[in-house]
C-alpha cells in the first residue's frame, strides 16, 4: 500500500532539530523528482521542500526557507529532510512523496506525486 518509508520524526523542544529520512525498499528513486510535504494538526497537506532526481535543484515554501534543508543520496536510495531551528507550527505529520521526473533539473511536487509513504509525527512540544 505504501511505496516508500520515513523515519526520524519525534518529540522536541522548540529551537531543536530533526533530520528525517525516505526511502523505499521496492524499486529506485535515482529518476524521481521528490517532495517532503507536512500537514499540521487541522489542516490541509502542504509541501514543504522540493528536490531533483539528482539533487542539484531544491525548492523550498516560504515558510521554511533557511531551516529545512533537502538532500539526497542516490547510492544509498535515501532522501532527507534536515530541519533545524524547530518551531511550534512545525508540528504535524510529514509525508515523502515520488514521481517520475518530468524536465530535467525542474522538479516537480505535488498532491497528485505518485507514489507516498505513510508518513512520520514531529511534535514540537513548549
Known amino acids: 500500500q505504501y511505496e516508500l518509508a520515513e523515519s526520524g520524526g519525534g518529540l522536541v523542544q522548540p529551537g531543536g532539530s530533526l533530520r528525517l529520512s525516505c526511502t523505499s525498499s521496492q524499486f529506485s528513486l535515482a529518476l524521481d523528482d521528490v517532495g517532503w510535504f507536512h500537514q499540521a494538526p487541522g489542516k490541509e497537506r502542504e509541501v514543504v521542500a522540493c528536490?531533483?532526481?539528482?539533487?542539484?535543484?531544491?525548492n523550498y515554501a516560504d515558510s521554511v526557507k533557511g531551516r529545512f534543508t533537502v538532500s539526497r543520496d542516490n547510492a544509498k536510495n535515501e532522501v532527507y529532510l534536515q530541519i533545524n531551528n524547530l518551531e511550534s507550527d512545525d508540528t504535524g505529520v510529514y509525508y515523502c512523496?515520488?514521481?517520475?521526473?518530468?524536465?530535467?533539473?525542474?522538479?516537480?511536487?505535488?498532491?497528485?506525486?505518485?507514489?507516498w509513504g505513510r508518513g512520520t509525527l514531529v511534535t514540537v512540544f513548549s
Open positions: 512523496a515520488a514521481r517520475s521526473q518530468v524536465v530535467l533539473a525542474t522538479p516537480v511536487c505535488k498532491l497528485d506525486m505518485k507514489f
Open positions: 528536490i531533483s532526481s539528482g539533487g542539484g535543484i531544491t
